[in-house]
């Protein structure tokens, strides 16, 4: 009897509860926010009612697990997966764990960030720097990336529309923290600037993807070191990013008022992504561009665009003469190109520094008087896009239809070589795919009306 008492005594401490404490949250957890408990013991529920973290009466949150076996995992959140906690740069935090023991626990617990809202820690950012999201999802490379995001400072309190930058290797634009070799500091230049009475601009970070950045930022493979899927990111800006932002925060969504820039590698998909959406970005940066990694193969892109493409295009170069042997004259091979599309010299500058180096510390030298000459001139009070003087239809090297200027939605008919007509479609402003139904061949795209020139299209 003595036995069987002593072994139920056992089993009943096995059980005993857990309490978690959180003792200490990240300056930037919104006021009065609900704190939820999510894990193996409400089935990852981010919003579960019955797993809210309570006060304690001592300044700190708690939520006590009743007994139970084994190891669970958790985490924290706001309510929504979107708002899970991080780690302390900001980024995933793997998921945390306890194993319930034979005597009560408690256990203290500090949120080192959220994956929203970014640390609120001493890192260089600005107080106007946020964290879009620490996985927003690339669906044309089936992957997610962190996003930054730069609000000007007047943002809050103002009902205007921005012109917008989308930078590339986001990761070293604002923070030391997170930067490879020390940060741009676009949130200091941008607020210096805009102090001296600068408009204002809104910036969009993306991080580069670590091992893939070579393959992501060039559409071009090089035999020794990758690339090729450059122009499914270039998609990825134009198409999914890019309307993300325009839908959610009070831009100027024509691309006379969008910018791509980037360094080394991002330069030249910044180049790219201007040339390929030429109704999404109209304004480049390119500094320090390794345009040596696909030369022929980018030269040979440009010189088949349209004439004329680029006549509304606005391009600073600026690289150190030094760098390489072959930097000075492969920028000056790509921006002649360029120029044989149709941009013009007034909107064309190149700065060729013989102190420049292939860093960080030169690129943030050079930030603020890019971002100053591509947006001068313009008309930051304008309401409405800007319009043009005649309707573009071209296909892209890639493939796809480019529509630009027509004023409403147009009726286009397809005809194959032989004059018979395949199909009507209808299109307005902006970039489309080859209708699934032609198959290989060359034909005529023609607007119903006759209005607007028509054009070869070529299905490969």
């Given at each position: 009897?003595?036995?069987?008492?002593?072994?139920?005594?056992?089993?009943?401490?096995?059980?005993?509860?857990?309490?978690?404490?959180?003792?200490?949250?990240?300056?930037?957890?919104?006021?009065?926010?609900?704190?939820?408990?999510?894990?193996?013991?409400?089935?990852?529920?981010?919003?579960?009612?019955?797993?809210?973290?309570?006060?304690?009466?001592?300044?700190?949150?708690?939520?006590?697990?009743?007994?139970?076996?084994?190891?669970?995992?958790?985490?924290?959140?706001?309510?929504?997966?979107?708002?899970?906690?991080?780690?302390?740069?900001?980024?995933?935090?793997?998921?945390?764990?306890?194993?319930?023991?034979?005597?009560?626990?408690?256990?203290?617990?500090?949120?080192?960030?959220?994956?929203?809202?970014?640390?609120?820690?001493?890192?260089?950012?600005?107080?106007?720097?946020?964290?879009?999201?620490?996985?927003?999802?690339?669906?044309?490379?089936?992957?997610?990336?962190?996003?930054?995001?730069?609000?000007?400072?007047?943002?809050?309190?103002?009902?205007?529309?921005?012109?917008?930058?989308?930078?590339?290797?986001?990761?070293?634009?604002?923070?030391?923290?997170?930067?490879?070799?020390?940060?741009?500091?676009?949130?200091?230049?941008?607020?210096?600037?805009?102090?001296?009475?600068?408009?204002?601009?809104?910036?969009?970070?993306?991080?580069?993807?670590?091992?893939?950045?070579?393959?992501?930022?060039?559409?071009?493979?090089?035999?020794?070191?990758?690339?090729?899927?450059?122009?499914?990111?270039?998609?990825?800006?134009?198409?999914?990013?890019?309307?993300?932002?325009?839908?959610?925060?009070?831009?100027?969504?024509?691309?006379?008022?969008?910018?791509?820039?980037?360094?080394?590698?991002?330069?030249?998909?910044?180049?790219?992504?201007?040339?390929?959406?030429?109704?999404?970005?109209?304004?480049?940066?390119?500094?320090?561009?390794?345009?040596?990694?696909?030369?022929?193969?980018?030269?040979?892109y440009i010189n088949a665009l349209s004439p004329s493409v680029l006549q509304n295009h606005r391009m600073y170069f600026v690289c150190g003469t030094n760098e390489s042997t072959s930097m000075v004259p492969d920028v000056n091979t790509v921006k002649n190109n360029l120029m044989g599309k149709g941009m013009t010299?007034?909107?064309?500058?190149?700065?060729?520094?013989?102190?420049?180096?292939?860093?960080?510390?030169?690129?943030?030298?050079?930030?603020?008087?890019?971002?100053?000459?591509?947006?001068?001139?313009?008309?930051?009070?304008?309401?409405?896009?800007?319009?043009?003087?005649?309707?573009?239809?071209?296909?892209?090297?890639?493939?796809?239809?480019?529509?630009?200027?027509?004023?409403?939605?147009?009726?286009?008919?397809?005809?194959?070589?032989?004059?018979?007509?395949?199909?009507?479609?209808?299109?307005?402003?902006?970039?489309?795919?080859?209708?699934?139904?032609?198959?290989?061949?060359?034909?005529?795209?023609?607007?119903?009306?006759?209005?607007?020139?028509?054009?070869?299209?070529?299905?490969?």
């Amino acid at each position: 009897m003595k036995k069987i008492y002593f072994l139920l005594l056992v089993s009943s401490m096995a059980f005993a509860q857990v309490t978690l404490k959180i003792t200490g949250l990240p300056t930037t957890t919104p006021a009065n926010a609900t704190i939820y408990m999510a894990g193996t013991v409400n089935t990852w529920n981010p919003v579960d009612p019955n797993y809210i973290m309570q006060p304690d009466g001592s300044g700190n949150l708690q939520i006590v697990i009743p007994q139970g076996t084994g190891t669970v995992s958790y985490k924290f959140t706001r309510g929504s997966w979107p708002t899970v906690e991080g780690n302390a740069t900001g980024g995933f935090l793997p998921d945390r764990t306890f194993t319930f023991t034979a005597a009560p626990q408690t256990i203290n617990l500090t949120i080192q960030s959220w994956e929203d809202l970014g640390t609120g820690a001493s890192g260089t950012a600005a107080s106007n720097v946020q964290i879009l999201s620490n996985s927003f999802g690339i669906p044309q490379l089936s992957t997610t990336r962190k996003i930054w995001l730069y609000l000007p400072p007047d943002y809050a309190t103002s009902t205007k529309h921005y012109p917008v930058l989308y930078m590339e290797d986001g990761q070293n634009l604002f923070d030391n923290v997170t930067s490879f070799s020390g940060e741009w500091q676009v949130d200091e230049t941008l607020n210096t600037l805009f102090s001296q009475g600068n408009y204002g601009a809104i910036v969009v970070g993306i991080d580069n993807g670590g091992g893939e950045r070579l393959n992501e930022y060039s559409p071009w493979v090089n035999a020794q070191y990758g690339g090729g899927h450059g122009d499914e990111y270039a998609a990825f800006l134009a198409n999914t990013l890019k309307p993300y932002i325009d839908a959610n925060y009070r831009t100027r969504p024509e691309a006379a008022m969008n910018a791509v820039i980037g360094s080394s590698m991002g330069a030249i998909i910044s180049t790219y992504a201007a040339c390929e959406y030429p109704n999404a970005f109209r304004k480049v940066g390119n500094l320090s561009p390794a345009y040596w990694f696909a030369l022929s193969d980018m030269n040979a892109y440009i010189n088949a665009l349209s004439p004329s493409v680029l006549q509304n295009h606005r391009m600073y170069f600026v690289c150190g003469t030094n760098e390489s042997t072959s930097m000075v004259p492969d920028v000056n091979t790509v921006k002649n190109n360029l120029m044989g599309k149709g941009m013009t010299a007034a909107n064309t500058i190149t700065e060729f520094d013989p102190a420049g180096t292939h860093s960080e510390s030169f690129w943030r030298t050079k930030f603020g008087a890019v971002y100053v000459w591509l947006f001068q001139n313009e008309n930051m009070l304008a309401t409405t896009s800007s319009t043009y003087e005649s309707p573009k239809i071209m296909q892209t090297l890639s493939g796809k239809i480019y529509v630009e200027g027509i004023p409403s939605a147009t009726d286009f008919e397809i005809f194959n070589m032989l004059g018979k007509k395949i199909k009507t479609i209808t299109l307005s402003n902006g970039m489309y795919e080859m209708p699934d139904e032609l198959s290989k061949g060359i034909y005529i795209l023609k607007s119903k009306n006759d209005e607007i020139e028509s054009i070869k299209l070529v299905r490969n």
